[in-house]
Structures are given as C-alpha cells and as structure tokens.
C-alpha cells in the first residue's frame, strides 16, 4: 500500500497542475497504490517505456482509460482496446493511410483548412482560439479524410466534447454524455449508409468496404459495430488531442515570451517546437493496461489482473530523462518522449498530429506574433486522461 498523498485522475484540483503530484510520485513512490481506486500508477520514464514495450504483460484489452477498465472489453470494435491477434488485423486495415508518404501528400489542404480559419480572425481583437481555430483544424482535416460533410463538424465536435466530459470526483459518464455518445453513433451510422449507397472516395467508404480474412479463411466485411467504432476512435483520438496541444502551446508562447521570440526568429525550430509541446503539455496523460501476470518493480509486488495507469505526462516531466523537465525550451534535444505512446499502440496519428500542430503553429505565428491572453480567458475542460483547455481567450489589438 502507498500512503501519503492521494493521486486521483478524476479530480479537478489534481487537473489544474498534476506535476507536483507527478514528481511525488516518481520520487516517492514509483509504484503507486491506489486503495481506494484500486489501480497502480507509473510514473518514471524508464518504467513507463518498459511497460509500453511488454505489451504481453501490460494488456490493453480491459480498456485504457480507468473508468471503463473494470473487465475485458471482447467486442469493443477499438483497436486501442485490443491485443494480438485482433489488434494487428485491425491496425493494418488503416495504418496505409496514414504513412509519411500519405499524410506528406495533404500537408498543403491542412496548411489550407489553417489558413482560411486564421484568416477569418485576422482583424479581431479578441477571439477564443479553441472555438474558432485549435478545435475546427483537426475536425476539419479528419473530417475530410473520413468524406463528414462540412456542415455537420461544429455539432460533431460539440457532441464529442460533451461525450468526454466528466463531473468531479465522478468517473463515469454523465447522462448528457451517454446521450451524446448515442447521437455521435447514430449519426456515424447513418454515413456509413449513405456511403454503402453511394460509395465515394473517403477513408469511410474503404472502411465500409474493406473485406477482413476470419479463422476459417473466409472473407468478410468488417461489422456494423466495427466500424462504426473505428471512425469514432479516428475521429476522437484525432480531434481532442490537437486541439489540447496547440491550445497548450499557444498558452505557453504566451507565458513565455522568450520561447516565441526564438520562433519567430527561427521558424525551423517550429517542428521541435511541437515535441517540446507535446513532451511539456502530454494531452493524453495517461495509458491504462490491466496486468496478465504479476510483476515486481522497486521492490513492490503488482499482481496479475491489476489496473495499472502508464502516466506517460508523469514520465515526460521525469528529471531522470529530461534535465530540468519543468522548463519549457522550444530548442530542447529530445531524443524520445512518451506523448504518442510507444510500442505496439503507438499513436497511429502521429505523422498527422505532427504536421498539424506545426502548421497550427506557422500560421498563428504568421498572422499573431503578438498577442495576450486576458486573466479570465482560461478554460479548462476536464476528462479522465486527456488534459487541455476547451476555451483561450486570445487578444490581439
Ligand atoms: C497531439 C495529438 C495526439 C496525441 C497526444 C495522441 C496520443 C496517443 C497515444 C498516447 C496513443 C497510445 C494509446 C495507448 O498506448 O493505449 C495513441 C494511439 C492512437 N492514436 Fe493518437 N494522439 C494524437 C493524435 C492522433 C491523431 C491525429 C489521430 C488520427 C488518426 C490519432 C489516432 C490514434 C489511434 C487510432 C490510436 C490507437 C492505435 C492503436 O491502438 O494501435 N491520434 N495516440
């Protein structure tokens, strides 16, 4: 059992800064305990990479996030909810497009959707950047690669923010956000028919098409339910976790002036920027696996079938990898940072979330090299593993 002070990632107060209690944690008890919670936590890099690699022992298959973590999750349809062999059948069905080659080759229509948006702002004195910029970027780019129709991606994106949200000290999901979820659903139904009856060329349509091998080597399509779950996954894995980190890192350039002055002097270090970013800000904070056999570490026994969280924010602010890890440094040498996870699960949005987030940033510079955020234009939304802002008041005259 760990005593001492509690950490709770359902907790608002915690939310607001967890560092502090991250550093405890790593200091003082690198394998955490939760008795209340009942789950243990990870909080050092080095632990936390090794985790990430044995994958056998570190299972997905209970879910990732501690709310939902309470038995296997057979029929899930999520491929961050699965192990071998269903996780690497359903991974190679999308991983293709979303290669390098591939994103490399939409890198001018995202550098286009972020244009038209700031543009939009140019001129106003005060605007909230999640609601008009850092939410809209990635709905819109992973809107377009799935064929959702423009008109339908503010609602999609305020129903999927009200999906995540959760009310404190209470981890599961509101009524409001049930509903939501329901309604994403049925919305994401009704496209994939529309698309079986007039197929089109979007990520959807291949998703509805796609034949998969069964055991028996027949082949068929994907269910309903699978794929219906596939495109929620893309398009929430996608959109929450932009949107956080250039929300974040606008804040910080703002916090320190310093930072955005190096950038705007040398928009090159812009793309180490954005892996500052993410290793400083980490919008998914941590990675939940339930344990297939027991474990020891620092001399503490975890048993098989335990709830463990990988806190990967913890791990990126870990002293013992990253010399003074609290200091935002858009120049910082990073060699490897846990934001995307790591191993078998590695964020399969990586390329894309990379090439967004630079050119979020390019063009916000281009256009605002200058500006402040008002006291009370902080707004932070709160869930169980991604952290980050749901408003940023941005005052620019
Ligand atoms: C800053 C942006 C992003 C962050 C911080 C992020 C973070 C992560 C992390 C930590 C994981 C590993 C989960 C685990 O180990 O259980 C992951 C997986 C995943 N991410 Fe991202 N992600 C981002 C953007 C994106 C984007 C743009 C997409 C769009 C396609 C995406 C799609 C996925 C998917 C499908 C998985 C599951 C992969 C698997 O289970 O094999 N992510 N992401």
């Given at each position: 059992m760990t005593t001492g002070r509690e950490y709770d990632p359902f907790s608002y107060e915690i939310d607001e800064d967890p560092y502090p209690t991250y550093r405890w944690m790593r200091d003082?008890?690198?394998?955490?305990?939760?008795?209340?919670?009942d789950f243990y936590a990870l909080t050092r890099f080095a632990d936390n990479l090794a985790a990430f690699i044995d994958a056998e022992t570190y299972s997905s298959f209970h879910s990732t996030s501690l709310e939902f973590?309470?038995?296997?999750?057979?029929?899930?349809?999520l491929m961050i909810w699965m192990d071998p062999p269903e996780h690497n059948r359903y991974r190679a069905l999308v991983s293709k497009a979303f290669t390098p080659r591939q994103i490399g080759k939409i890198e001018q229509s995202v550098r286009a959707v972020a244009v038209a948006h700031l543009d939009a702002l140019v001129?106003?004195?005060?605007?909230d950047i999640v609601r008009d910029f850092t939410a809209r970027l990635p709905m819109d780019v992973i809107s377009s690669l799935l064929g959702i129709p423009q008109s339908d991606r503010r609602w999609l994106q305020e129903r999927s923010n009200a999906m995540m949200h959760r009310e404190p000290g209470n981890p599961m999901p509101t009524r409001e956000a049930i509903d939501a979820q329901g309604e994403v659903h049925d919305f994401i139904h009704a496209q994939m028919n529309e698309r079986r009856s007039h197929p089109r060329d979007d990520l959807m349509t291949r998703l509805v098409e796609v034949e998969i091998t069964e055991d028996d080597g027949t082949r068929v399509n994907l269910r309903d339910h699978d794929v219906k779950m596939f495109i929620v996954l893309l398009a929430t894995a996608g959109n929450e976790t932009v949107t956080k980190l250039l929300a974040a890192m606008y804040l910080d350039l703002w916090r320190f002036p310093d930072e955005r002055v190096r950038l705007l002097a040398e928009p090159a270090l812009i793309a180490n920027a954005v892996e500052e970013g993410l290793r400083f800000e980490?919008?998914?904070q941590y990675q939940g696996r339930v344990t297939t056999r027991s474990v020891e570490l620092h001399g503490k026994a975890i048993p098989a079938g335990a709830r463990v969280l990988l806190i990967n924010a913890a791990a990126n602010r870990d002293e013992r990898k990253f010399?003074?890890?609290d200091r935002f440094d858009v120049g910082r040498e990073i060699d490897l940072h846990l934001a995307l996870g790591?191993?078998?699960?590695?964020?399969?949005?990586a390329y894309l979330a990379r090439m967004e987030s630079r050119i979020g940033i390019e063009e916000l510079l281009k256009r605002f090299p200058d500006y402040r955020i008002p006291d009370d234009g902080i707004e932070r939304m709160h869930s169980s593993n991604v952290r980050g802002l749901s408003g940023l008041v941005m005052e620019t005259g």
């Open positions: 003082e008890a690198p394998v955490y305990y939760n008795e209340r919670l973590m309470d038995g296997p999750k057979p029929d899930s349809g001129g106003r004195e005060r605007f980490t919008p998914s010399p003074d890890p790591y191993g078998r699960h590695v964020c399969l949005g």
